[in-house]
């Protein structure tokens, strides 16, 4: 979601082309199903290492990324930030538009704990085909863009507080959350969000044929990859309401 500026129209946009990544993103982790063992404390017996396998690919991965500089860009926000190596590599210089200490901001272990509860039962087959590793890797690409889509609010946020500084002002000095979270809802482009991302999923997790109907030959409608309405329910319950508590949570630091 690299920008080099931030508007409301560029950080709308970057939302709406996260989006693309998390769809394909469920329909890559429905091609396995549950694979519970992937996520059940020292199943798979590491030397040394105490966990589940999701976690030893999460925590593995997010080093070596660390090394190669991903998180210089504050859109990235580890799960596992605690002993993080430092980057070896150049820095590019990425536009500091954060407020200064907001980098913080860190929902992830909320975020893993919802994602293995309550997100994967919504839209995986029960069963286990022995793909942990490929399972963990594709929950990894999915727990990142999630992550990157609700951490991105901070954007979100700094970019309403720079259009209307003195609607925000008040309400941060006064520790208004409520009326911090009127003022930055709109409640159309959520039902937007919401319409286009169903659709959305029906258009990426459709079978392409070369016939010109959505019928196979016996009559039947096909299915999607991922059930359309798991997604925008993804969004309705969680991705939205996790987004503005990220924007709230960085609007209550930003004139600190
Ligand atoms: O587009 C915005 O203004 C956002 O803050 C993003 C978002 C969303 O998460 O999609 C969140 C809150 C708004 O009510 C509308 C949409």
């Not at 500026?5 to 769809?23: F, K, M, N, P, W």
């Not at 190669?68 to 070896?88: D, H, I, Q, T, V």
């Amino acid at each position: 979601m690299a920008k080099a500026e931030y508007t409301l129209d560029s950080v709308r946009g970057a939302l709406i082309r996260e989006e693309d990544t998390i769809i394909y993103g469920l329909i890559e982790r429905a091609k396995f199903p549950t694979n519970s063992q992937t996520y059940t404390h020292n199943y798979t017996g590491i030397p040394g290492f105490s966990g589940s396998l999701l976690h030893f690919v999460v925590i593995n991965t997010e080093a070596v990324q660390a090394k190669a500089g991903r998180y210089k860009n504050l859109e990235e926000n580890p799960f596992f930030p605690e002993n993080l190596p430092p980057s070896l590599v150049t820095s590019y210089p990425f536009t500091q538009f954060l407020h200064a200490g907001t980098a913080s901001i860190n929902i992830n272990k909320s975020i893993w704990k919802l994602y293995i509860h309550e997100l994967l039962p919504l839209f995986v087959a029960s069963g286990d085909d022995g793909n942990y590793a490929q399972t963990a890797a594709s929950d990894l690409s999915l727990l990142q863009a999630i992550s990157r889509r609700i951490h991105y609010g901070k954007f979100v946020a700094e970019v309403k507080f720079r259009e209307s500084p003195q609607d925000y002002e008040p309400l941060i000095r006064a520790k208004d959350t409520e009326g911090l979270m009127k003022l930055l809802t709109f409640e159309s482009v959520e039902e937007m969000v919401r319409k286009r991302v169903e659709k959305k999923a029906m258009l990426y997790g459709k079978d392409v044929t070369l016939n010109n109907d959505d019928d196979d030959n016996d009559g039947n409608i096909k299915k999607y990859k991922v059930d359309p309405s798991v997604a925008s329910t993804l969004y309705k319950k969680w991705l939205i309401p996790l987004t503005k508590d990220v924007q709230v949570e960085y609007l209550l630091n930003r004139l600190d």
